[in-house]
């Protein structure tokens, strides 16, 4: 069975702090694919990140950043000299098969990120 | 090119009333999912449609039934409501995808479904 666990509820920083999201996953696949979902206060879904499991590499965008390490089935998020905008919830979510299959998800984070 | 539409934005209904939930999708995707957001639970997957003609249970099935009109269309319909599905609903697409990043996300949301049943 698929599982995404983000044990962090709330997250709360000041405006120019890092603050990293965890995420840990669960699968007995051996392909699978990792996102990240951003919910601004508006509520609809932004697609950040689409991670295959056979790509190791970190990736960095701007201001965000995502360490994917297999050994700890763990894909983490870490947002750089965080701003007021950043404030969302953020969800972590995986895919057992190349696109034909449901997304299964953490149940996200609240970043508050306060001026 | 509006990706995956969802209507109604909001609704309000009354315990024991029935409304369907309207999602179609212009991306020619072959697989289409409702999800429910509740405050602290994520997003969970009620049904999906893997391919035309067929639909699958997903985690929190119970008190809904789907319809897959065609390949465009995937509707949610609630027979007799409950406050207990007080939610945010979210209809998703989603199309095979391979490799890298490139520009196919994979999967597309609507905007959501904002229920109240009273």
């Known amino acids: 069975a698929q599982k995404v666990t983000q044990a962090q509820t709330e997250i709360s920083v000041v405006e120019k702090e890092d603050v990293t999201l965890d995420c840990v996953y669960e699968?007995?696949?051996?392909?699978?694919?990792l996102f990240w979902y951003k919910q601004p206060p508006s509520g609809e879904l932004v697609f950040l990140i689409r991670?295959?499991?056979?790509?190791?590499q970190n990736e960095i965008s701007g201001r965000y950043s995502w360490n994917f390490q297999k050994s700890t089935s763990s894909f983490n998020f870490t947002i750089t000299a965080s701003q007021v905008v950043d404030s969302a919830v953020y969800f972590c979510?995986?895919?057992?098969?190349?696109?034909?299959?449901?997304?299964?998800f953490g149940k996200g984070t609240r970043l508050s990120v306060i001026a | 090119n509006a990706g995956v539409t969802q209507t109604p934005k909001f609704q309000v209904l009354k315990t024991g009333q029935s409304m369907t939930l309207q999602c179609a999708q212009d991306?020619?995707?072959?697989?289409m999912y409702w999800y429910r957001q509740d405050p602290g639970m994520g997003l969970r997957l009620i049904y999906y449609?893997?391919?035309?003609?067929?639909?699958d249970k997903g985690e929190v099935p119970n008190g809904y039934n789907v319809s897959r009109l065609n390949k465009r269309e995937f509707s949610l319909r609630l027979e007799s409501a409950a406050p207990s599905q007080t939610s945010v609903y979210f209809c998703?697409?989603?199309?095979?995808?391979?490799?890298?990043?490139?520009?196919?996300?994979?999967?597309?949301f609507g905007s959501g479904t904002r229920l109240t049943v009273v």
């Open positions: 998703a697409s989603s199309e095979n995808f391979l490799g890298g990043q490139g520009y196919n996300y994979g999967y597309t």
């Open positions: 699968t007995r696949d051996t392909t699978y694919y």
């Open positions: 991670r295959n499991s056979f790509d190791e």
């Open positions: 979510a995986l895919s057992e098969a190349s696109g034909n299959t449901p997304l299964v």
């Open positions: 991306m020619n995707h072959n697989s």
């Open positions: 449609s893997a391919s035309e003609g067929t639909t």
